[in-house]
Every structure is written in C-alpha cells, then in structure tokens.
C-alpha cells in the first residue's frame, strides 16, 4: 500500500463502513420505510454505481502516486468500461426488448409453422459458432496489423448502433400498422 500499513489499516476500515451503510439502506428498502418504488430505486442505485465507480477511478488516478504514463493507460481504462457497460447494455436488449419485439410485432409464420419466439434467442449462439472460424482467420491474416483492444471495442459498439438503426427501420413498418418479417431481427 503506497500510504504504509496505516494506509491500508484505513482502507479496509472505510471498505467495512461502506459495506455496513449499503446493507443498512438495502434492508431500509426492503422494508419498504423509504416509499421508493422498484423504479426509482433502480434508477438511484444506477447514479450510485456510476458514481463509486468514478469515485474509484478518480482515487486511482489523482491519488495513488501513478505515473503519467500509467494515469493516461488509468483513463484508457475508465474508457474501455464505459464502452463496455454501453455494448453489454444493448447486448442485453436481446432476452427482453427483442424477444418482446419477437413475439408482438414478428410475422412469425412460415408455411403454416409459427415460429416461436425463443428460436430467436438461438441464433446469436448460432451465429458465433458459424463466424468464430471465419474471424479467427481474419485476425491471424492481420497478423501485426490487428486491431487494439480499443480498436475492437469501437467495431463492437458501431455494429450494435447498426444493428439497432436496423431495428429502428423495422418498428416503422410496425408503427405503420403491420408486422416485421424475421429477417429484422436475424
């Protein structure tokens, strides 16, 4: 620990009151005294995370004695995780949006057969084992001319924009009184 034994002693010390003011305020919202509902708790405790993790990143850069090089790979971090917390966000959308989406707005017909929802759910499975070969023989033949860490993150998140700008063009025929073909969602 940079600050000695005392330092450390210190941190564990604010690690436990941090822990014992989280379960006193989880056990104040489980009892219902503070009238929040799920809701706006949820959107509080949002703030909240985004603001510890902040908080840590700040402490780790501005007081830990790291060097300019090392404060510079420090916020590349804060950067990766913000782009990360965006793409699982989204990702995510797939087990509720899209299967909502799926199932109310989906011309799930095909001769006859209605396709049910959860088939949908199948296909990203489907698709990484189909396309793992392919990309991986796409970074080998870069070869030193691969992506960074960075690099892939922001292919990653501009397909996710992309394919929600595709999704965007399919809740218009939608909201034009029809259903979408399941070709969208593919």
Not at 24 to 30: D, I
Not at 88 to 101: D, K, N, P, V
Not at 136 to 146: C, P, Q, V
Request: glycine residues 12%; aromatic residues 10%.
């Amino acid at each position: 620990h940079p600050y000695g034994s005392a330092g450390l002693r210190a941190d564990k010390q604010r690690v436990w009151i941090i822990g014992a003011v989280l379960l006193a305020l989880a056990a104040l919202f489980a009892s219902g005294i503070t009238g929040l509902s799920v809701l706006q708790l949820r959107g509080i405790t949002v703030w909240v995370i985004l603001a510890l993790m902040l908080a840590g990143f700040a402490q780790l850069l501005l007081r830990s004695g790291l060097t300019a090089d090392e404060r510079r790979r420090g916020l590349m971090l804060l950067a990766l995780c913000a782009a990360s917390s965006v793409f699982w966000s989204g990702f995510e959308q797939a087990g509720s949006s899209l299967t909502l989406f799926a199932e109310r707005h989906t011309g799930r017909e095909l001769a006859g057969f209605t396709i049910p929802t959860s088939w949908f759910q199948s296909l990203n499975s489907i698709f990484i084992i189909g396309f793992a070969p392919l990309f991986s023989a796409l970074w080998m033949s870069l070869g030193k001319r691969d992506l960074s860490s960075g690099g892939k993150f922001v292919m990653a998140l501009l397909f996710m924009a992309a394919s929600f700008v595709v999704m965007a063009l399919a809740s218009r025929i939608v909201a034009e009184g029809g259903l979408a073909g399941p070709g969208w969602l593919i």
